[in-house]
């Protein structure tokens, strides 16, 4: 296992960003990735995901049952595309250039950006809320602005900082949400809450299909923090990142729903946590507040650091350029400024517009990930050209037609399943009172249609010429130089 080189991360601010990561650049241990994930999913954003069929008329255990099957289904899919980091060695987003083509692949970078921009934005609200609440100094706005300036050093230094700071703060994390779910047993729950005779399909679809989009939505960035691992690091990455994730929404999705289902009407997202913490001693309330908004700034980060490689890999699509560090931080800065203003701006609405945004997200990314998983596992087995990647007339074209038609073909036949609240609901949907089923009907119809349309590549023949271009490729990374 190497070190870090000058050329990579690890001293001072990173360098590397949408480029290939040469294997004397690899480092770091494959077990690092479970508390990255777990720190990422274990914050109040994720708590709020857990109150969707409680919120909307479904019972206590049915809540449990939809957030677990979600969880562990979206995370299948985010794990999986983690484990493309260490054998690619590159962001993850780029990787979409061989399903969507060099131009083609700003199809889904477009919504990308727009998921760093949105989730920054409700993680900035929270986090200014969770800090003024705990200290009770400063306004919101104020704390809006700290976090964002934070986040961005931490994005800056990049992949190693990230790790590292995720890392320690998994302690801190576990801690708190132990003593948080002791107060949390405590409370009185409804009567009829764990009956299991009181099944409604519309909230239980509701709630898994936002758990699983929750997840899902991982995947656009998941493998930015995996590129750095040596090859072989491929099946542990899996599990890392399975059972780190899904262990951290599932745990603070649960106390989610179960604060929700105590609180009824009252529930409040902040002050509903702060109250149930107090009530296991006077002050853990400011604490937990506290370090649940390190959490959310960490996940402010992540989102800068994945919006930048998403903003340069769309630059490039349009004019080719070099990857400096120069342009890293530009990118990280207009991300960072896009979402602590639109913080500002904001509706108090928050929990109506996060369950939203989070369908959403579901919707855009459905067809994605099966296109992208389908040509990785099933098409390539794992196998690209990565020189060609980079190189607007190579092998992978400008338009990758097989993965932009199974896209919108996909995206097209989930719109009558969608049930997005009141932005928007389908007719299928609406025949089944408002029960959204859209991810059973993307997945197979998008992965199924790519490989149809895929099946005469010639796997083979982009094999050999990826072993021919792999010293040259290894050359030009150690020199910073893209093929």
């Not at 870090?4 to 001072?12: A, E, F, I, L, Y």
């Not at 132990?178 to 009829?192: D, H, M, Q, S, Y």
Request: hydrophobic share 50%; glycine share 10%.
């Amino acid at each position: 296992m190497s070190t870090t080189t000058d050329k990579g991360s690890g001293r001072g601010l990173e360098v590397r960003s949408i480029d290939y990561v040469p294997l004397n650049e690899r480092h770091g241990k494959v077990s690092h990735i479970g508390p990255l994930w777990f720190v990422s999913n274990a914050q109040i954003a994720t708590l709020a995901v857990g109150l969707i069929s409680i919120t909307t008329g479904g019972n206590l255990i049915w809540s449990l049952l939809a957030i677990a099957i979600g969880v562990l289904v979206g995370t299948l899919f985010m794990a999986a595309h983690s484990s493309q980091g260490p054998q690619l060695g590159l962001p993850q987003m780029i990787q979409s250039r061989p399903q969507f083509g060099y131009i083609g692949a700003l199809l889904v970078w477009l919504f990308a950006y727009l998921q760093y921009a949105g989730f920054n934005i409700f993680n900035t609200i929270l986090a200014g809320q969770a800090i003024q609440e705990s200290v009770n100094v400063g306004s919101q706005n104020l704390w809006f602005w700290v976090v964002t300036i934070i986040a961005v050093v931490i994005a800056l230094f990049g992949y190693d900082l990230i790790h590292a700071f995720e890392r320690y703060l998994t302690y801190l994390t576990i801690i708190m949400l132990a003593l948080l779910t002791i107060a949390a047993v405590k409370l009185a729950i409804p009567a009829g809450a764990y009956n299991l005779a009181d099944f409604h399909l519309v909230p239980f679809l509701g709630q898994l299909g936002v758990a699983a989009g929750y997840q899902i939505s991982w995947a656009i960035y998941v493998s930015d923090y995996s590129r750095y691992l040596p090859p072989s690091s491929g099946r542990g990455t899996f599990r890392w990142t399975f059972w780190g994730s899904a262990l951290g929404g599932i745990w603070v999705m649960f106390l989610g729903a179960y604060i929700g289902a105590a609180a009824g009407e009252n529930f409040e997202t902040i002050g509903s946590i702060k109250s149930t913490a107090d009530q296991l001693f006077g002050g853990f309330g400011g604490i937990a507040l506290f370090v649940a908004a390190l959490g959310l700034l960490s996940v402010t980060a992540l989102n800068m650091y994945g919006g930048s490689l998403t903003l340069i890999s769309s630059i490039d699509s349009v004019r080719q350029i070099r990857p400096t560090l120069r342009l890293r931080i530009i990118t990280i800065s207009i991300t960072a400024l896009i979402s602590v203003v639109l913080a500002n701006l904001a509706s108090s609405d928050f929990l109506a517009n996060f369950n939203d945004f989070l369908l959403l997200v579901l919707y855009f990314f459905i067809p994605w990930t099966a296109v992208n998983l389908t040509d990785y596992f099933i098409v390539r087995k794992g196998h690209y050209a990565i020189a060609e990647i980079f190189k607007p007339d190579g092998i992978y074209g400008r338009w990758g037609w097989p993965g932009i038609i199974s896209y919108l073909v996909g995206f097209v036949l989930m719109i009558p399943f969608f049930s997005a609240g009141k932005l928007f609901v389908g007719f299928i949907a609406h025949a089944l009172d408002g029960a959204d089923i859209s991810l059973f009907i993307g997945l197979p119809v998008s992965a199924g249609l790519y490989w149809l349309m895929t099946r005469r590549i010639d796997v083979e023949a982009e094999t050999r010429l990826a072993k021919a271009e792999a010293e040259a490729l290894e050359a030009a990374a150690h020199e910073h130089i893209l093929p």
